[in-house]
């Protein structure tokens, strides 16, 4: 590479990069080609009007310019300019934020296609491995996260790299394994109408799930919220409570195994979020790896598939810093300057382009 395309490369550097959640957005800066995100702050969404109050007071509290790139994994689906996120009342159009901050570029992508960009970026101590199997290099790799809500995504194979997958299959109809779920999903129906995994495999997930137990034991509803449940059911101090995580982790399990079978993920199946990554050796204790491979004459097939719990602190940064380097298209891609003039490495072909 000559000394004059490493300086237009290093022109647009550092960059922000950002995991806008339901509930939290983190945002960081990578200073340099393959750096580390450094200058890590998170924010509570419900502390701002939109992203782009959230990001200025990001700078201003780091003490930092504007960078002239960024990009970020927002959890919502990314179909065009206008951004209106599931969980959250933020809504925006990507070209507008762009303009109002003074970026040169702003990408914007599902958080779960971020976050499946970093998955062949972590390091062996970043991951734990619930149950047996091993990856086959070249295959598909699935991802499943409980948070706010419910993250899916994966990799699959193109060439010598991975395409990652923007989907909602977290709102896929929850199924049941065996009569008390059925009966569970049931007070749910009667509740909600559709009852999807996000439905139970989410933060409000756990306590709607929570009192659907305590309903069918004959208990008087219990405000408690997500985490007040899941403290009681690690600390074994409440039976229903360790119900409902038990139950939390086996309908994961189904809801992984299901995704590993439609993918193919024989490079395994990753579990993100907030959620279970709390769980510890609850989690490599409970149903969920039993459940992820009872699929019955596929039981062997899915033995064979390794599933890991993602422990990396900032993994979705790493994936929105590698999609501003990928010539994969994806999500919202606003920019103030030509890709015919930019530097060959810099490109990233638009996905939505903003038409002026």
Not at 135 to 145: F, K, M, Q, Y
Request: charged share 15%.
């Amino acid at each position: 590479m000559s000394s004059g395309h490493s300086e237009r490369r290093a022109e647009h550097y550092p960059r922000l990069v950002g995991d806008i959640g339901g509930t939290n957005a983190r945002f960081a800066i990578v200073a340099a080609p393959g750096a580390q995100p450094t200058h890590v702050r998170t924010l509570p969404c419900a502390d701002y009007d939109g992203p782009q109050e959230a990001i200025c007071d990001y700078l201003a509290l780091e003490g930092l310019a504007v960078p002239p790139l960024a990009a970020f994994g927002i959890a919502t689906p990314i179909t065009g300019d206008h951004v209106s996120m599931t969980n959250h009342h933020w809504a925006f159009s990507v070209e507008t934020l762009r303009a109002s901050l003074g970026l040169e570029r702003l990408l914007v992508i599902n958080d779960f296609t971020a976050l499946a960009l970093s998955l062949q970026q972590l390091q062996p101590h970043e991951r734990t491995q619930v149950g047996g199997g091993s990856a086959l290099p070249g295959h598909a790799i699935g991802l499943v996260g409980a948070g706010t809500g419910l993250g899916i995504s994966g990799l699959v194979p193109c060439g010598a790299d991975h395409v990652p997958l923007a989907g909602e299959g977290g709102h896929v109809t929850l199924p049941a394994a065996d009569a008390r779920e059925a009966r569970i999903i049931a007070l749910l129906a009667e509740r909600y109408g559709h009852v999807s995994a996000e439905r139970v495999l989410s933060g409000p997930g756990l306590v709607a799930l929570h009192d659907a137990i305590r309903t069918l034991a004959g208990e008087p509803a219990a405000k408690l919220s997500s985490a007040e449940i899941s403290a009681r059911g690690l600390a074994a101090s409440c039976a229903i409570c360790i119900e409902t995580l038990h139950t939390f982790c086996a309908m994961l399990g189904t809801v992984a195994g299901d995704l590993a079978l439609t993918l193919g993920a024989r490079g395994g199946v990753y579990i993100g979020g907030g959620i279970v990554p709390r769980f510890g050796a609850f989690f490599a204790a409970s149903d969920f790896r039993r459940r992820f491979e009872a699929k019955g004459r596929f039981a062997a097939y899915l033995a064979d598939v390794p599933t890991y719990v993602i422990n990396a602190p900032y993994p979705a940064l790493l994936g929105a810093a590698r999609a501003l380097e990928t010539p994969l298209t994806m999500g919202c891609d606003a920019r103030s300057w030509s890709p015919a003039t930019a530097a060959p490495d810099a490109v990233l072909t638009a996905s939505t382009p903003i038409q002026d």
